[in-house]
C-alpha cells in the first residue's frame, strides 16, 4: 500500500484512487480494536487519544472522533 500511495498523480485512475481508499479504511479498521485495547489499559494517554479520534475520523464517524477530541482538550486543561 505505500507504494501505491506514493504512485499516486495526476495520471491515476478513479478506480486505481478508490482501490487505494478501501485499503487504507481497511487499514484504519483494523487498527481500531487494538487502539481501543490500548485505551482500555491507559485511559488517560494523550497517544492513544489522538489516534483514536484520528481512526474515527478517518472512517468518517465524527461523533466519535470529536468524543475523542473533547477527551484530549479536558486533559489538556487539566495540565499543569
Known amino acids: 500500500l505505500d507504494s501505491e500511495l506514493k504512485r499516486i498523480n495526476h495520471e491515476t485512475s478513479m478506480f486505481e484512487l478508490m482501490e487505494i481508499q478501501d485499503a487504507c479504511v481497511a ?4 487498527s481500531l480494536t487494538p ?3 490500548a485505551h482500555q489499559l491507559q485511559p488517560n494517554r494523550f497517544e492513544t487519544l489522538k489516534g483514536l479520534m484520528t481512526i474515527h475520523y478517518a472512517l468518517n464517524q465524527s461523533d466519535e472522533s470529536d468524543r475523542y477530541r473533547e477527551e484530549i482538550d479536558r486533559l489538556n486543561k487539566n495540565r499543569p
Open 27 to 30: 487499514l484504519f479498521e483494523e
Open 35 to 37: 487502539m481501543e485495547s
